[in-house]
């Protein structure tokens, strides 16, 4: 081979290990891409919608492991998380934080409190005038210490910590933080929602 070509060709090869390099860094410890596969957050994130995930904000998670380094700030009351699903950890849920650590949640036909208060939820939508037990009323329940209770917004539509439990706080992946892309199809990209902050 020609040894200019040959140079060319090591100078792209060590560009794309560096990128590729770059490209695991930062999906590993700064930000991940995910997408929105249902609607039990709606209206607060609809189906198609990408969203970037901090990842380091909570702490950094050492690869392969559970263990958490560096957290900037503790999971906070309605902050919107990716962690992994109790039931299934091959796969990624996305919900609100209702309860942290010491909270005690209940639910009466329909109507949340939070040690002893009543939500003030504008986000919250509810599809269903009917009530069910289980999904509509439940508790007190006190969240365990390095755990947290989630719910999603769209409350009658959503499997959430009312019927499988806690999230473990090493099971989080990260804060919801901006919305890079939304459609419903090709021919419905939803330009508006796009650089919208998750809240």
Not at 64 to 77: A, G, N
Not at 119 to 133: A, N, R, W
Not at 161 to 189: L, N
């Amino acid at each position: 081979m020609n040894p200019r070509w040959q140079k060319l060709l090591l100078e792209y090869l060590e560009a794309l290990a560096v990128a590729l390099v770059l490209a695991f860094v930062i999906r590993t410890f700064v930000v991940q891409a995910f997408k929105i596969p249902s609607g039990s957050m709606l209206d607060t994130l609809l189906i198609g919608d990408h969203l970037l995930v901090n990842k380091f904000l909570y702490g950094t998670h050492i690869p392969f492991t559970d263990k958490v380094v560096l957290p900037l700030e503790e999971p906070q009351r309605s902050d919107v998380i990716v962690f992994e699903f109790p039931e299934d950890t091959t796969k990624d849920f996305i919900k609100r934080i209702i309860g942290v650590p010491g909270d005690v949640v209940e639910m009466k036909d329909k109507v949340l409190t939070r040690n002893g208060e009543t939500l003030v939820e504008p986000y919250i939508k509810h599809t269903d005038s009917g009530l069910q037990q289980r999904r509509d009323n439940f508790g007190p329940i006190t969240v365990p210490a390095g755990k947290y209770f989630v719910m999603g917004d769209n409350r009658d539509e959503s499997y959430d910590s009312r019927f499988w439990g806690f999230v473990d706080k090493d099971k989080i992946r990260g804060k919801a933080w901006m919305i890079y892309w939304s459609w419903d199809g090709p021919s419905d990209i939803r330009l508006g929602r796009i650089g919208r902050m998750v809240r």
